[in-house]
């Protein structure tokens, strides 16, 4: 770390495994430039404070019980929260605006090694499962465990809280006079916090822990849903249209959009709005997981529509790993298992931190695994198989584990794919570590991004099914 600055940096990251990794990214880059850390918390998915002795760690109250905040059933957490945070929120859309022109990205990242797996959807084993019927095999497409109401309703619990301790910070600061507090970074689903620091005269950036262009192009959902909605026949588009490029929205296709747009409504279109105008207001944008060579003209775009500063400052992760800041303990035996395969021959799949499987679902993958005949290392998380605790059986070949050290296993010279939900974190990872993809994209940025490794910088595989 570089001598002290003298200055303090508040952080405020929202309690999503993928949004906390990018803010405590963020952090160590700061605090090796010489700042101080203050990191304001939720009780609910605590960071691991003694992984950072260095930073300073304040819990704030979000309203949950005991029992609430220490499940990790996210879903049920954020759905009771969720009630009674909606009403009210509904405001009219701000213009909407047209993404225009290809992305591109640059030779150097294109990933140089061949895809050598080989797996198999739908299984060919149906008769072992007579009760999975066909409809599901043909579409083994997964559920989001959390929506984005979940960052709408933690808002709105932590927002006295969050008050209080943000102006006990600075009212220390001018009486003990050590170190200067030079802003608040939150993430852009914070969406009081804007409002907050104007008022305490203290400087607000914003973390976008999404791609570029899906944060830019994301805010002209909501008059595309409108639109929708205006038309006779609702959103319906001929099947041959469906795997037309969504114009609106590139590289989108149209049935990539429709899914999207499926997803809530209302609520999500207002706290886009909401997003929008607190980010236009903030100091500037940073974006810790992007680079100008990922996402130039979304950058372009940004400069000229958002007028604040904005920084692509990753990705960062190779040299500021996210394992001090899992929320889970990764099982290191991974690592051991991975040691004993052969080079580039394991498959390792992962769906992140918040989206769930059925247990059919769950079948379906273990039986694609099983006949991909290759040997796989697979992350299931507790409470992630709906109806399920804890699976026993570990099929042949593959080892199951319940988290695992995601970085080094996409860094072992034993991987060779990752099934992949393409989170935003999981997809730099796995393109920073050269690992081809297979894109099995649940819900939000995760269809956009998987369409970039499939369609523009073709490092990976859409799984195909009859809907995709
Ligand atoms: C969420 C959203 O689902 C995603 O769409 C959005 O882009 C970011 O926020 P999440 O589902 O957690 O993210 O996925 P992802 O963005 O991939 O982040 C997961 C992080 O957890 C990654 O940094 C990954 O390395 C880490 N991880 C995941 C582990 O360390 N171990 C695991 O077993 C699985």
Redesign the pocket.
């Given at each position: 770390m570089e001598k002290s600055n003298g200055l303090r940096v508040v952080l405020f990251p929202l309690p999503?495994?993928?949004?906390i990794?990018p803010m405590f990214q963020l952090a160590k880059i700061l605090h090796s430039r010489g700042f101080s850390i203050t990191v304001i918390h939720t009780r609910f998915n605590t960071p691991k404070a003694s992984n950072h002795p260095l930073y300073t760690f304040l819990e704030i109250q979000d309203g949950l019980s005991e029992a609430e905040a220490s499940t990790r059933d996210v879903t049920l957490v954020l759905t009771l929260l969720n009630q009674s945070c909606c009403r009210g929120w509904i405001r009219p859309s701000p213009k909407a605006r047209r993404i225009d022109g290809p992305i591109r990205i640059s030779k150097a990242l294109r990933a140089p090694a061949p895809f050598p797996l080989r797996i198999s959807f739908p299984c060919n084993r149906r008769n072992a499962f007579p009760t999975i019927n066909k409809t599901s095999l043909l579409n083994p497409r997964l559920k989001?465990n959390?929506s984005l109401f979940s960052t709408v309703s933690r808002s709105n619990s932590c927002e006295a809280p969050f008050r209080d301790c943000l102006t006990k910070l600075l009212q220390s600061e001018t009486e003990e006079r050590k170190q200067t507090i030079s802003c608040l970074i939150d993430d852009s689903g914070w969406i009081f916090t804007q409002h907050l620091a104007q008022s305490l005269n203290l400087s607000r950036f914003v973390l976008s822990?999404?791609?570029v262009s899906f944060f830019v192009g994301h805010f002209v959902l909501p008059k595309l849903r409108r639109e929708r909605y205006l038309q006779p026949q609702g959103s319906s588009i001929a099947c041959s249209e469906q795997d037309e490029p969504a114009e609106e929205f590139p590289p989108l296709r149209k049935k990539d959009l429709l899914r999207i747009l499926d997803e809530e409504t209302e609520v999500l279109d207002s706290y886009s709005d909401m997003i929008l105008e607190t980010t236009k207001a903030s100091s500037g944008l940073v974006f810790v997981s992007s680079c100008e060579e990922l996402d130039e003209d979304s950058l372009r775009q940004a400069r000229r529509e958002f007028q604040v500063p904005i920084f692509a400052i990753g990705p960062s992760?190779s040299y500021f790993p996210?394992?001090s800041s899992?929320l889970?303990t990764?099982d290191q035996t991974c690592i051991q298992w991975l040691d004993k395969q052969e080079d580039k021959t394991v498959i390792y799949v992962?769906?992140?931190?918040?989206?769930n499987i059925s247990e059919t679902e769950l079948l379906e993958i273990s039986w694609g695994l099983r006949n991909s005949d290759q040997p796989f290392l697979w992350?299931v998380?507790v409470g992630m198989v709906n109806g399920t605790k804890w699976i026993e059986a570990i099929p042949e070949k593959g080892k199951i584990?319940k988290?695992?050290?995601?970085?080094d296993v996409?860094k072992h010279r034993a991987t060779g794919g990752f099934l992949?939900?393409?989170?935003?974190?999981?997809?730099v990872?796995s393109v920073c570590e050269g690992v081809p993809m297979i894109c099995v994209p649940?819900?939000?940025?995760?269809l956009l991004?998987a369409r970039f490794v499939s369609d523009v910088w073709m490092v990976g595989l859409h799984l195909r099914s009859r809907e995709w």
């Open positions: 999503i495994q993928g949004c990794n989001p959390v822990t999404y791609k992760h996210g394992s899992s889970f990764p992962s769906f992140g931190s918040v989206v992350v998380r584990v988290w695992a050290p995601q970085q996409l992949t939900h393409n989170g935003w974190n999981s997809t990872e649940s819900v939000w940025d995760q991004n």
